[in-house]
């Protein structure tokens, strides 16, 4: 079956350092999106990008689409004490009935020393 | 705004026990899930539901049921539980085919 694999599954990072997290999927995706969850609460949506090579920016955050939309990441600029929390990609199933399904990664758990 | 509402937050069961938990969405979606998050894991995929009366296998059925008699409510159940069920549940909803999920705030079960 589909897989999406993530990495790293852990990043601890100075105030003011940079973060990436990376997602590789095992199949051609339409889509991607990204969640954030926060030490204690639950997966949050963040974006979602739908196109080859598309590029979506929320403030200090960058997210990227592969050309071949098998793999995607998200950059975080200069990390806050508030950017803390687990990091996740996701994709959609495959087609038919499995279609309306996501398939997480393992999250990145990002730590930010202040 | 969308609210997936999981009923118990923390709960408490012993070993053999039948567990229900359960969730309602308010957004009228089409699609809801139960997945569970264990650290170093991530979110894992028990079962999914598309329609009232409708449900798929995810990647770890194994000692699970669900029930969906209404569209706005999706019961996981543990027949059995076992210690090794012991873990967090995230119930979420998603309109349409690969929309944007909504999580609830999750129920932490331990099971003794």
């Known amino acids: 079956g589909q897989q999406v694999m993530q990495i790293p599954q852990y990043q601890h990072v100075q105030e003011g350092e940079d973060f990436t997290t990376y997602c590789n999927s095992s199949?051609?995706?339409?889509?991607i999106q990204w969640y954030k969850q926060r030490p204690g609460g639950h997966p949050v949506f963040l974006i979602q990008l739908v196109k080859s090579g598309e590029v979506k920016k929320q403030k200090r955050l960058t997210f990227q689409f592969g050309e071949a939309k098998k793999n995607s990441s998200l950059h975080i600029t200069a990390t806050q004490t508030t950017d803390v929390g687990t990091y996740f990609c996701a994709g959609p199933g495959a087609g038919g009935t499995s279609y309306g399904k996501l398939t997480f990664g393992q999250g990145t758990i990002l730590t930010v020393h202040p | 705004d969308v609210k997936v509402t999981q009923s118990s937050r923390y709960l408490v069961k012993r070993t053999g026990e039948k567990v229900f938990l359960e969730c309602v969405q308010d957004?009228?979606?089409?699609?809801m899930f139960w997945y569970r998050q264990d650290p170093g894991l991530g979110l894992r995929l028990i079962y999914f539901?598309?329609?009232?009366?409708?449900?798929e296998k995810g990647d770890i059925p194994e000692g699970y049921s669900v029930s969906r008699e209404k569209k706005e409510r999706f019961s996981l159940i543990l027949e059995s539980a076992s210690t090794n069920q012991t873990s967090m549940y995230l119930c979420a909803s998603s309109s349409g085919i690969g929309n944007t999920i909504y999580f609830g705030e999750g129920s932490w079960l331990t099971v003794v």
């Open positions: 199949t051609t995706l339409s889509n």
């Open positions: 539901s598309y329609d009232v009366k409708m449900k």
């Open positions: 957004m009228d979606h089409e699609n």
